[in-house]
């Protein structure tokens, strides 16, 4: 006796398809997920790129670069901000 077989096999394309009807999926399922994930990735990079010159600093024993890095150092304007945190941050004001 011989079997032979009869049934037809649907596509992965197709049954995706249909469990994403199922699920009455929207565009917005997959562009939230995919959104959060380029963030997260780019805030990532920009840890890692803070990362290398402390650990240059450490190694150095020399935090003189903060003042001289656009990452770490303060903008112009805040010099009476710091003036006023001097005596609770230990920060020096000459």
Known sequence: MSHTSDQAVAPARGIIRHYWHVVDG???????PVGLILIAG???GAS???LIPLTEA????SFDFLADSRAFSCPPDSASVLHSLAPFCEIPTS
């Not at 929207?26 to 939230?32: D, F, P, S, V």
């Not at 450490?58 to 024993?61: D, E, H």
């Open 42 to 44: 780019v805030l990532e």
């Open 48 to 50: 890692f790129s803070l």
């Open 26 to 32: 929207r565009w917005w399922h997959l562009a939230l």
């Open 58 to 61: 450490i190694s150095q024993n």
